[in-house]
């Protein structure tokens, strides 16, 4: 196993898993998520362990969700805004085929009201996501072999998009 066929990076809400899902299917390949790992593995939501146990616990279980997906799976993976802040996991994302999916502010708002259960925004969200942003955009872009953005597309045409850049064929 070589790893995964496509690796979907951006911030919260751009739609990763929506169109990691939609990859996956026109690729014949498996979808994975790596906060769904985490989930699942913990057996608690994401924002009830930024709660109980703080942020840096969190950023240990992704980094370690992010190791065990990349070395062990070989379909669609799709992971969580801030994994790319681990310098050892951007260092493990080298020479794959990750696609930073992007959108800006107001696309943010729209698709998200800026007010859900992300623990990252609980203050004032318009600033926060642009502080968030600020900080992680040259990240998503040092580990991405393409840039897709997302703002005013479908799912459908923001997955095309994403297997144009990386010339993959649908299944």
Do not use: C
């Amino acid at each position: 196993m070589s790893g995964p066929l496509v690796v979907l990076v951006g911030p919260m809400g751009v739609g990763k898993s929506t169109v990691g899902a939609l990859l996956a299917e026109r690729l014949g390949a498996v979808y994975r998520d790596t906060d769904a790992d985490i989930v699942a593995a913990q057996g608690r939501e994401i924002a009830e362990i930024f709660v109980d146990d703080g942020e840096p616990h969190f950023r240990e279980l992704e980094r370690l969700a992010v190791l065990d997906a990349i070395t062990g799976h070989d379909g669609v993976l799709a992971l969580g805004g801030g994994a790319i802040l681990d310098e050892r996991t951007r260092a493990l994302l080298a020479g794959h085929p990750v696609v930073y999916l992007s959108m800006d502010v107001d696309e943010a708002v729209k698709r998200t009201g800026l007010n859900t259960a992300r623990p990252l925004l609980a203050v004032n969200p318009r600033r926060q996501w642009r502080e968030l942003m600020d900080a992680r955009r040259s990240l998503y872009a040092e580990v991405a072999r393409a840039q897709v953005a997302t703002d005013e597309r479908t799912p459908e045409e923001v997955a095309q998009a994403v297997l144009d850049a990386l010339e993959l064929k649908n299944a």
